[in-house]
T-cell receptor, first 114, second 116 residues
Framework: DAGVTQSPTHLIKTRGQQVTLRCSPKSGHDTVSWYQQALGQGPQFIFQYYEEEERQRGNFPDRFSGHQFPNYSSELNVNALLLGDSALYLC?????????????FGSGTRLTVV | AQSVSQHNHHVILSEAASLELGCNYSYGGTVNLFWYVQYPGQHLQLLLKYFSGDPLVKGIKGFEAEFIKSKFSFNLRKPSVQWSDTAEYFCAVNPYSGGGADGLTFGKGTHLIIQP
């Protein structure tokens, strides 16, 4: 059990559509980060949320947006889907004050854009 | 911006062979360094991490890594691999900020296959 729960596990969308992915962090964690892992590549950092605000952002377009709720869970939204958005989307949680950098990753959501 | 380079994309070894996976990073300041493993169909798991102190770090399952600051390297080693070590291995880095769990920059990964 990863402790981080992501839903759904698999998703198929059509080009141009919008998608929402969900993440529940590990108990006791207050920070949620999202990563995109294309086939055969390492995960790429999308953004991080803490206290319901975007704290850091990687090199991703504005089509990628997110939200964090008071219970620390988070959503990743992608608008105007492109074929290139097909990937495994990973959520990782952590505690902002944790000096040991204890990230916990979820199993991911596999998004296929057709 | 920082970057991570993993030298070997595919490695095939026999059981009991020794393993060394290369990782170099590009960043001008102090960094935290990580190795993650992803077994088939499973989530990313932390093997080991370095953020201060002894540059030789021991992790789970008999893995270790050595941080060589002058070479910007953090190579992963294991003296004797097992079939169960077959997996994808990722090196990752983030700038040291004294805390805050900043986003990680990952390498492209090394696919390790251990033959019985």
């Amino acid at each position: 059990d990863a402790g981080v729960t992501q839903s759904p596990t698999h998703l198929i969308k059509t080009r141009g559509q919008q998608v929402t992915l969900r993440c529940s962090p590990k108990s006791g964690h207050d920070t949620v980060s999202w990563y995109q892992q294309a086939l055969g590549q390492g995960p790429q950092f999308i953004f991080q949320y803490y206290e319901e605000e975007e704290r850091q952002r990687g090199n991703f377009p504005d089509r990628f947006s997110g939200h964090q709720f008071p219970n620390y869970s988070s959503e990743l939204n992608v608008n105007a889907l492109l074929l290139g958005d097909s990937a495994l989307y990973l959520c990782a949680s952590s505690r902002i004050l944790d000096r040991t950098y204890g990230y916990t990753f979820g199993s991911g959501t596999r998004l296929t854009v057709v | 911006a920082q970057s991570v380079s993993q030298h070997n994309h595919h490695v095939i070894l026999s059981e009991a062979a020794s393993l060394e996976l290369g990782c170099n990073y590009s960043y001008g300041g102090t960094v935290n360094l990580f190795w993650y493993v992803q077994y088939p169909g499973q989530h990313l798991q932390l093997l080991l991490k370095y953020f201060s102190g002894d540059p030789l770090v021991k992790g789970i399952k008999g893995f270790e890594a050595e941080f060589i600051k002058s070479k910007f390297s953090f190579n992963l080693r294991k003296p004797s691999v097992q079939w169960s070590d077959t997996a994808e291995y990722f090196c990752a880095v983030n700038p040291y900020s004294g805390g805050g769990a900043d986003g990680l920059t990952f390498g492209k990964g090394t696919h390790l296959i251990i033959q019985p």
